[in-house]
């Protein structure tokens, strides 16, 4: 199975997203493509089941009481469940869910489109930082510069978790 490559892009027009792109703050999309269909269901599970953002999910319960499931996160994709680990939803359809985290700080967003043809899905995932409250300059801090390179990578690696995912499953939903 060829691996697809993990590309930065703009934020679609349509996407929830992209309500966080003018504002103060910060806004980044990732893309990959998949040679089958994925519904964003399947792309939504395999994103928070995957290896990798299980250790976000045990950091999140270990260190700021917010556990999760596996059962948790189909129930998120099935779009169940407001609430998930540290986030809740702030909107949802068919095609891309947006997470608002328990700080209103930060987004993540995900959303599964069909490839032109049908041959494929396209999945993107993104983040916002919004500026504090009160912060009209909409200046981000140190922290979040100095971490900003390690976002980006995570970024990637949680994208690509997701699509191999995705990949192997070989059509099963």
Request: contains cysteine; hydrophobic residues 40%; aromatic residues 10%.
């Amino acid at each position: 199975r060829a691996v697809s490559r993990i590309e930065p892009c703009e934020i679609p027009p349509s996407a929830f997203l992209r309500r966080y792109l003018d504002g103060k703050g910060y806004a980044d999309c990732y893309r990959t493509d998949i040679g089958r269909p994925v519904t964003q269901a399947e792309f939504v599970r395999a994103f928070y089941t995957s290896p990798l953002f299980k250790v976000e999910r045990w950091l999140l319960a270990v260190f700021a009481s917010r556990p999760s499931t596996d059962a948790d996160a189909a129930r998120l994709a099935a779009g169940e469940a407001a609430d998930f680990a540290a986030w809740r939803v702030e909107a949802q359809d068919d095609g891309q869910l947006l997470l608002c985290d328990f700080t209103g700080r930060t987004r993540s967003w995900l959303m599964a489109s069909p490839l032109p043809g049908g041959d494929g899905t396209r999945l993107c995932f993104g983040s916002a930082v919004v500026a504090r409250a009160g912060d009209t300059a909409g200046r981000m801090g140190v922290g979040f510069h100095a971490l900003l390179g390690f976002h980006r990578l995570y970024s990637r690696l949680l994208l690509r978790a997701a699509s191999n995912r995705v990949g192997s499953a070989s059509g099963q939903k």
